[in-house]
């Protein structure tokens, strides 16, 4: 575990003040130990992808990040505020991290431009045209512009994935969280949505991704986590650790997945 | 396939695979129609022809304790000696004997019926032999003991003469105490099922204890405290009619909060979540992701409680209302005091029948409406 933060730091050693900060996370859900002490560094334009079984925590350690779920011990910080502290702003630092989820989460009972301007308006106090034209650039660059109108119910999953994503971009976050988000899509509908994450990625939004898809990770992740039990397992550059894995539990992982 | 089978599918229309029928089945359905049929035409017919011949007492109905005094005895005559005419008592042995054969013949044959549509006539057949069957003992029953004594109060319509405004600004005023205590009750149920909610016991008790007391206690005891608790206790001078609103919204709260709160706690989490992580605070999460969605599902549950409502506020007669607020109820029982005739109370059960009976198709649309998703409730489709 010790050398591999020094890993860490010797990667992306970038200057300044890093994006987000996780020290000694630990989660318990009852008596369940989901996270059992995770430190975790992103950059500016670090693209770290995080893989490893399912119940490995990996979905928890993201949700962390934006305090959808509180650590039990540990601390977060953004940028240089902690936010496990009880009087951080959540909703402001929110406004700063998209997240994206594997169900989508659109508003059921709103079309796909209010989904979005929704926030804009009642968060950002965006006046309502400036957030209509921001949700429409938004849609075009997710390549749904022509579903504006259109309510969740009536798109396909990939699309309502898009339209999530363009929900998320539409705040102008400093880092996007994507939550296993092509688990839940058949399998034709994957591309469509990788496709705007990797040009996203491409454009230097700072990410974080959980993900099943081997493929993304190894071709757009600049860092690459296993997590297994709760623990960072190994970490490193994702090619490096597909070609040479370093620990059993990655042997074995991949030889599974691949 | 050969090319007239393919050409004889609609690709349009599901074909139809049920199958043909046969007479045998066709002949059980048609039994248990006509067991049915022939009994309800039986009593029907002998009940119109005595009520418009110009019929006077028959001695049986004199010695059956039906007093040519009585205002609408002759009425009511007719009807307890229509249950005795031969044409009635034929039908409903003829009823009988053909729901019989219906039920022998279908119960027997059902199993080797060898189509989906044969199999549905013998059983559909069985079926109603057995419900003419049922009728048919029922009159029979009920003509063996006291109609006559039934008849002179409850089916004596003669009293009524007069009521008629009196009955409907009864069912004005029973909508009025419904629709006042259903929307206040509405108001406090959405306050205190978003209440109930709460992660914190402190805020969450008062609301628990609240529902619990106006679930859990009956709606007339709380009607008659609630009016002199407010009168005596508060010293706030009401009308009975007022306070029953209130009593009413206070009761109808405890309800609409567990129907909402089980609304919104329907809706998947990751609603909430998505609403969060775009910055906006619980209560705007409230507001507009959660609750427009939860308000759809209530809805149903809701319009069900107002029927519910409608009926409770029979109740109200417990508090001696002025005679320009009665509701229906108290409206029959004062006509039933005055004349000794519990036909009001026949007319009673028609008018809430009246208001109700739309109002319960309507829920069950709304249900129908929101299980086929057609009010974009449903979640994320792939």
Not at chain 2, 215 to 241: E, H, K, N
Request: net charge neutral; glycine share 10%.
């Amino acid at each position: 575990m010790a050398d591999l933060e020094t890993t860490d730091a010797t990667i992306r050693g970038t200057s300044g003040v890093p994006l987000v900060r996780l020290e000694g996370i630990h989660k318990w859900f009852g008596n369940l130990h989901v996270l059992r002490g995770i430190d975790l560094t992103i950059q500016q334009r670090d693209v770290v992808v995080v893989i490893g079984p399912s119940g490995s925590g990996k979905s928890t350690l993201l949700r962390c990040v934006n305090m959808l779920e509180a650590p039990t011990l540990g601390t977060v910080w953004f940028e240089d505020e902690e936010i496990t502290d009880i009087r951080a702003d959540l909703n402001e630092v929110r406004t700063h991290m998209g997240i994206v989820f594997q169900a989508y989460n659109l508003f059921p009972h709103m079309t796909a431009v209010r989904n979005i301007t929704l926030a804009l308006e009642k968060v950002l106090k965006l006046p309502s045209d400036e957030a209509h034209d921001r949700a429409m650039d938004q849609l075009a660059r997710v390549g749904v512009g022509n579903k504006a109108s259109s309510f969740p119910g009536q798109l396909s999953g990939g699309q309502q994935q898009r339209v999530a994503i363009a929900r998320a971009l539409a705040m102008q976050p400093k880092v996007m969280l994507f939550d296993e988000v092509t688990s839940a899509l058949d399998p034709e509908l994957v591309g469509e949505v990788l496709e705007v994450m990797i040009r996203l990625a491409g454009d230097g939004m700072t990410m974080m991704v959980v993900t099943h898809e081997m493929g993304f990770a190894r071709e757009v992740g600049t860092r690459m986590l296993f997590l297994d039990e709760g623990r960072v397992e190994e970490q490193g550059e994702p090619k490096d650790m597909f070609l040479r894995p370093q620990s059993d539990r990655l042997r074995q992982f991949l030889a599974k997945v691949l | 396939m050969s090319l007239t089978e393919a050409r004889a599918l609609d690709p349009e229309v599901a074909p139809d695979v049920r199958g043909p029928t046969a007479p045998l089945p066709a002949t059980i359905f048609a039994l248990g129609v006509a067991s049915l049929v022939v009994i309800t035409l039986g009593v029907v017919f002998s009940q119109v022809n005595y009520a418009l011949s110009d019929r006077v007492l028959t001695r049986s109905c004199i010695e059956q304790q039906i007093s040519p005094e009585d205002n609408g005895a002759v009425g009511v005559c007719s009807i307890v000696e229509a249950l005795d005419d031969p044409l009635t008592t034929g039908s409903l042995y003829l009823g009988v004997a053909l729901g019989g054969i219906a039920l022998v013949l279908g119960l027997a044959s059902y199993r080797r019926m060898d189509s989906e549509r044969r199999r549905d006539h013998a059983i559909t057949g069985a079926v109603l032999g057995a419900q003419g069957i049922l009728l048919a003992i029922a009159i029979l029953w009920f003509r063996s003991a006291s109609p006559a004594l039934f008849a002179k109060h409850f089916l004596n319509f003669a009293d009524l003469e007069g009521y008629g405004s009196a009955f409907v600004r009864g069912a004005r005023n029973t909508l009025t105490l419904a629709l006042a205590g259903e929307l206040g009750g509405i108001v406090i149920g959405l306050v205190l099922g978003v209440l109930t909610l709460s992660h914190r016991r402190s805020i969450r008790a008062p609301a628990r204890i609240y529902i619990n007391f106006f679930r859990g206690t009956p709606l007339i005891w709380q009607l008659v405290a609630g009016y002199f608790l407010l009168l005596f206790g508060f010293g706030v001078r009401l009308s009975a009619f007022t306070a029953a609103i209130i009593v009413f919204a206070l009761n109808t709260g405890a309800y609409a909060a567990e129907v909402f709160r089980a609304g919104i706690q329907s809706i998947e989490r990751g609603q909430i979540e998505a609403a969060r992580s775009l910055g906006m605070s619980y209560s705007q999460a409230m507001r507009y992701a959660i609750v427009p969605q939860a308000v759809r599902r209530v809805i149903p549950p809701l319009m069900n409680e107002f029927v519910i409502l409608i009926k409770d506020t029979a109740l109200v007669i417990a508090l001696g209302l002025t005679a320009a607020n009665y509701d229906i109820f108290t409206t029959a029982r004062e006509g039933q005091s005055a004349t000794f005739n519990s036909t009001f109370f026949t007319v009673a059960a028609i008018a809430y029948l009246i208001v109700t009976l739309p109002l319960i198709r309507l829920v069950n649309a709304a249900e129908k409406r929101l299980r086929s998703g057609l009010v974009g409730v449903a979640g994320a489709g792939g």
